[in-house]
DNA sequence: CAACAAGCTA
DNA sequence: ACGTAGCTTGTTGG
């Protein structure tokens, strides 16, 4: 069936956006769109709407057409809405008044993502109803011509007063092109069978459908910050800032930008002779340079140079001022809370990601001298509560892989990471055992971070070091940079990955297993069936050929090909890892499909799930005597197993591991102290 | 404006 | 020849 481009009508009177209502309802479904004063998700508002129920008709409307939207339609549960970008239209409603829709959210973007994860940066509407459609959607720019600076709400915005005819032309194509990308994008999410036995069709609408709803929710609470706490390092951090440039002039003898590395390269490997350590990457254009990044100043500076002491110095600060400070104080916004933009399309491996601000790379409290995460706190009344897994990928690989002595080692409750680092840094398990134990009692007790005994710190990063150790060996780092990582020879770097690998000779083997798998099929996919393509495991083959002189040439990967299999490792473990961390949060916020009497008792104590920091879950509660004992048996009851109802939901026929999940409970009045 | 280097997280 | 997955900052050179 093939619909052309139906004439578009205005709508401004409330009897005839109450027959438009009774069309939606007839049709159990409408895709919505919004043009709006700006692109500030707390503040903007419509400024006008389209709703199209079928493809036969195309509506643009006032905005006091909202009421019969609100009033009518949205409170219903059988009517599904289709967006592109659903949490940008559902924020803009809400700010008009219109509560989350009861009825299922779509998203073409998320439905373009499952389609095809390498799309990144195509899956918009204009992109999708081209490659899916070959229908051309209008840029705004050839509608109207856009002015020097203009954003595009404000270009709508004159459009509407210059050229009304056209403002609502452009405007109702954005919701008919929605609904028809969403009618393609269903069939062929439907004809995708994946290696579950699922259709893609049925992950999107059993799993992202809602998880779109629940994130939108989580994101619409934002997260609350002390602006005083941060706006107080500011005038510290600059004064060592210059104080530092000055004696970074001094030592080098004249001015000097120390965030150019251009000039500093100059400087060090032109001017002063020094040899090169490291290369840069050469990005795309492949030109390389000297580095003189973190690892080489290091090194200079162990050598006695101030110039790099300094300057490390500077780099400290200035990172911290520019991104978490500065950065974050920008972003301040409504009852002094952050409201990050959470992308569940935002990741190839279906982990979320989180941009403006990003709220997933945070500084870790325990080498951060600012401590940043202590500028987030929890609303009057209240405090918080994050919730991480233990060792979560290493679980996972331990089931994926079905390693006999990983397994074991999880059933024993013994730490994979603490076994790692004995390995690697030659400690005595217990020691770090030992370690963890007495800095819970140092948490405890308030004692600061900078009075802790060193030998306990330094346990502690040896655990750290290894978590770095252990994922990157497994997801295939080579001899040479594990060498680079440990500060040894290569040839103690490959003895230690050799007796990492034996401790679990199950993990080889699920490797090789999936490099095989990856280059029969050109894909791979996580325990659900979510699907990662990667083609370039199957071309960039190098080998596998006869020379003149009668030798045979192995077969071999490329650099395209060894990368795409390390990737295929990756995925199944990290896709599985967001896969655990979705069905948990969905679980506890107990959303549509998802209600449990567990959600029921975290509501009632008032819980509430703020951001979503791929393993963990950050929650307020208010502040109760006894209270956090009560929601830690529901959350556990929910984090620990995800996979409990998974007969039933998705057909697939296992509740629980063969390991367990376990999670880490930490509370405080910042995020910090919830660590 | 895009490309790059650098550095922060899981 | 390269652990994986991200985002933001600041400089540079068109
Ligand atoms: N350098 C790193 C750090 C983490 N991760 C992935 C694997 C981890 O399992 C997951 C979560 O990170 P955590 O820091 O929470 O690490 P773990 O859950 O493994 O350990 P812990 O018990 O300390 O939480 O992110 C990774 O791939 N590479
Ligand atoms: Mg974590
Ligand atoms: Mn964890």
Redesign the pocket.
């Known amino acids: 069936m093939w619909y052309q481009l139906p004439e578009t009508e205005y709508i401004d009177d409330p009897i005839r956006m109450e027959q438009v209502a009774r069309e939606v309802r007839a049709h159990r479904r409408a895709a919505v769109d919004t043009e709006t004063t700006g692109v500030d998700r707390q503040k903007d508002l419509v400024v006008m709407w389209s709703i199209c129920p079928h493809p036969g008709v195309r509506y643009a409307c006032s905005p006091e057409m909202l009421k019969v939207l609100k009033g009518e339609l949205i409170d219903d549960p059988r009517i599904e809405w289709d967006f592109t970008n659903a949490p940008f239209d559902l924020s803009m409603l809400e700010n008009m008044g219109v509560p989350v829709p009861a009825g299922p959210v779509h998203c073409t973007l998320i439905m373009d993502w499952l389609w095809d994860?390498n799309r990144?940066g195509r899956h918009g509407l204009k992109e999708t109803a081209w490659d899916h459609l070959k229908l051309n959607m209008d840029e705004l720019s050839t509608v109207v011509k856009k002015q020097r600076g203009e954003s595009v709400p404000d270009a709508f915005a004159r459009l509407m007063r210059e050229d009304f005819a056209s403002a609502i032309d452009y405007a109702s194509k954005d919701a008919w092109g929605t609904q028809a990308v969403h009618d393609n994008l269903m069939l062929k999410l439907r004809d995708v069978e994946t290696d579950t036995g699922l259709s893609l069709l049925d992950l999107y609408l059993k799993v992202e459908v809602p998880y779109t709803k629940m994130l939108h929710i989580m994101a619409r609470r934002g997260v609350r910050v002390a602006p005083s706490y941060l706006e107080d390092l500011r005038g510290p951090m600059q004064q060592e800032l210059d104080k530092v440039a000055r004696e970074f002039a001094r030592a080098a003898g004249r001015e000097i930008?120390l965030?150019?590395?251009?000039?500093?390269?100059d400087l060090f490997f032109g001017e002063l002779g020094w040899d090169p350590i490291?290369w840069?990457?050469?990005?795309?254009?492949?030109?390389?340079?000297p580095?003189?990044?973190?690892?080489?100043?290091k090194l200079y500076a162990a050598q006695g140079k101030p110039l790099a002491q300094v300057l490390?110095k500077h780099?400290?600060i200035?990172?911290?001022?520019?991104?978490y400070v500065?950065?974050l104080l920008?972003h301040v916004g409504r009852e002094d809370r952050i409201y990050t933009?959470i992308?569940q399309h935002?990741?190839?491996?279906t982990?979320l990601?989180?941009?403006?601000?990003?709220l997933?790379?945070?500084?870790?409290p325990?080498?951060?001298i600012y401590r940043i995460r202590d500028a987030f706190i929890a609303r009057d009344g209240h405090r918080l509560m994050a919730a991480?897994y233990k060792q979560?990928?290493m679980y996972l690989l331990a089931h994926l892989s079905g390693d006999v002595r990983m397994q074991e080692v999880i059933h024993k409750g013994w730490d994979v990471h603490m076994g790692n680092a004995a390995i690697t840094y030659g400690v005595p398990y217990e020691d770090i055992v030992a370690a963890k134990k007495e800095a819970g009692r140092l948490e405890a007790a308030d004692v600061p971070h900078d009075q802790w005994p060193e030998e306990v710190t330094q346990l502690l990063r040896y655990r750290r070091n290894a978590k770095?150790v252990g994922?990157?060996?497994?997801?295939?780092?080579?001899?040479?940079?594990?060498a680079?990582?440990l500060g040894v020879t290569k040839q103690e770097a490959a003895d230690t990955k050799e007796e990492l690998f034996d401790q679990y000779p199950g993990l080889r083997d699920f490797i090789f297993d999936t490099h095989d798998d990856v280059v029969a099929r050109g894909q791979v996919s996580n325990l659900l069936g979510y699907i990662r393509h990667l083609p370039e495991a199957q071309s960039d083959w190098k080998g596998g050929y006869w020379t003149k002189s009668g030798r045979y040439v192995q077969k071999r990967p490329g650099?395209?090909a060894?990368?795409a299999l390390?990737?295929s490792v990756?995925?199944r473990v990290?896709g599985t890892a967001a896969a655990v961390v979705r069905l948990a949060q969905m679980f506890i916020e107990g959303i549509d499909g998802y209600e449990n009497e567990h959600a029921d008792r975290l509501r009632e104590l008032g819980y509430e799930q703020i951001l979503q920091?791929?393993?963990?879950v950050l929650a307020e509660y208010p502040t109760e005597k006894g209270i956090e004992a009560e929601i830690e048996k529901p959350l556990r009851a929910i984090m620990e197993h995800p996979f409990h109802d998974l007969p039933e939901r998705l057909g697939l026929n296992f509740r629980e591991l063969d390991v367990p999940l376990r999670i880490d409970i930490g509370t405080g009045d910042t995020w910090a102290q919830a660590h």
């Open positions: 994860e990144r930008n965030n150019s590395p251009k000039q500093l390269r490291k840069t990457k050469g990005g795309e254009s492949g030109n390389r340079q580095s003189c990044d973190e690892d080489t100043l490390m780099r400290g200035a990172k911290i001022k520019g991104t500065d950065g920008k933009n992308k935002g990741t190839v491996t982990r990601s989180s941009v403006s601000p990003n997933t790379n945070i500084p870790n325990e080498d951060d991480d979560l990928e770095g994922f990157a060996v497994t997801y295939g780092e080579g001899d040479a940079a594990l680079e990582q650099p395209w060894a990368r390390r990737q990756n995925l990290q920091i791929h393993d963990e």
